[in-house]
C-alpha cells in the first residue's frame, strides 16, 4: 500500500509544472480569466506548482512536516489573491481546480496499474484534509484583511465624529453627538489634547447637546477630559446639557462644581466675547 501512495506521489511531483498548466487551463475555463502568477520562496517554481509539489509529497514523506509546508503556502497564497484583488469566491473556486486536477492524475494511475480501491481511499484521507486547511487558511487570511480595513474605516469614522471647529483664535468648540464610552471619551481627550496645543487654544467648549445620557460613567469621562485640558492651560466649559439630564445629574449626586456650565453654546461664546459681530 506505501509502495502504491509513493509512487502516486512521485508521479504527482515529477509533472508538477504540466499540472499546474492544467489549473491554469482550467481557471481559464472556469473563472473566464487566468489568474496572475507571482513567485514565491522557491526560485523558478510557481505557487501552483509548489502546492503540487506538497499534494504528492504529502503521500510519503512526513505528513506534519508537509502540512506545515501547506500552512505557509496557504498564508502567502491568500495575500497574494489579496493584492490581486481577487475576490474570496474566486480564490476558494481555484483552490478546488487542484483537487480536480490530482484526482485526474489518481484516476488514470487507478485504470492503468490496476490499483486496490482502498488505495483511493488512503489518498483521500490524505489528501482531502489539506485541500479543506487550505481553503480555511485562505478564509481567514480573507477575515484577517476585511477586519483590518474596517477597523481602519471605523477609526476614521470615530475620529470624523469628534470634531475641533475654531471659532475664533484661541477659541474652540466640540460638539458632542452619540453615546459617550471609555474608549470614545480617550478619542476625544486624544483629539481635544493635541489639536489644543497645534491650535494655541486657551478655550475649549464641550457642547453635549447632542449627548443622549449622562451618567455616573459618563460625567467621570468628561471630568478626566476637563482635567487633562486644565493641566495644559486649556480652560473647558460645558454647554447643551438639557434639563431632563440635568434632573438625572443631580439625582445621581454628580458634582459638577468644579467645571464650569452654561445652558447653550450661545452664552458661553458671548462670555469669552465671542459675539455675533465677530462671525
Known amino acids: 500500500m506505501k509502495d502504491e501512495l509513493k509512487y502516486i506521489g512521485e508521479k504527482i511531483v515529477q509533472y508538477e509544472k504540466a499540472l499546474a498548466q492544467n489549473v491554469a487551463d482550467i481557471e481559464i475555463n472556469s473563472l473566464g480569466r487566468r489568474l496572475e502568477e507571482d513567485r514565491q520562496a522557491l526560485p523558478g517554481i510557481t505557487y501552483r506548482e509548489q502546492l503540487i509539489t506538497y499534494l504528492g509529497q504529502a503521500l510519503y514523506q512526513d505528513m506534519q512536516e508537509v502540512t506545515e509546508r501547506i500552512s505557509e503556502w496557504s498564508k502567502q497564497t491568500g495575500e497574494m489573491f489579496i493584492r490581486l484583488n481577487v475576490s474570496l469566491s474566486e480564490s476558494l473556486r481555484a483552490i478546488s481546480f487542484y483537487r480536480t486536477v490530482i484526482w485526474n492524475v489518481f484516476t488514470e494511475e487507478l485504470e492503468q496499474r490496476k490499483f486496490a480501491a482502498i488505495t483511493m481511499l488512503d489518498v483521500s484521507k490524505m489528501l482531502d484534509p489539506l485541500f479543506d486547511k487550505v481553503s480555511s487558511i485562505i478564509g481567514e487570511v480573507y477575515e484577517q484583511h476585511n477586519n483590518r480595513l474596517m477597523k481602519i474605516a471605523y477609526t476614521a469614522l470615530e475620529e470624523l465624529s469628534v470634531t475641533v471647529v475654531p471659532v475664533a483664535e ?3 468648540v466640540i460638539p458632542l453627538v452619540g453615546a459617550i464610552d471609555t474608549h470614545r471619551a480617550k478619542l476625544i481627550m486624544d483629539i481635544s489634547l493635541n489639536e489644543g496645543a497645534r ?10 447637546s447632542g449627548v443622549p445620557l449622562i451618567d455616573t460613567m459618563v460625567a467621570d469621562q468628561i471630568f478626566h477630559i476637563v482635567n487633562a485640558l486644565r493641566l495644559t492651560g ?7 446639557i438639557h434639563p431632563e439630564i440635568a434632573q438625572t445629574i443631580v439625582s445621581l449626586g454628580l458634582d459638577f462644581g468644579d467645571i464650569k456650565t452654561r445652558a447653550t453654546l ?12 465677530k462671525m
Open 234 to 240: 486649556i480652560k473647558a466649559m460645558i454647554t447643551g
Open 199 to 208: 491650535l494655541k487654544l486657551k478655550h475649549i467648549i464641550l457642547d453635549v
Open 266 to 277: 450661545q452664552q458661553a461664546l458671548k462670555e469669552l466675547g465671542f459675539t455675533q459681530d
Open 170 to 172: 484661541t477659541i474652540a
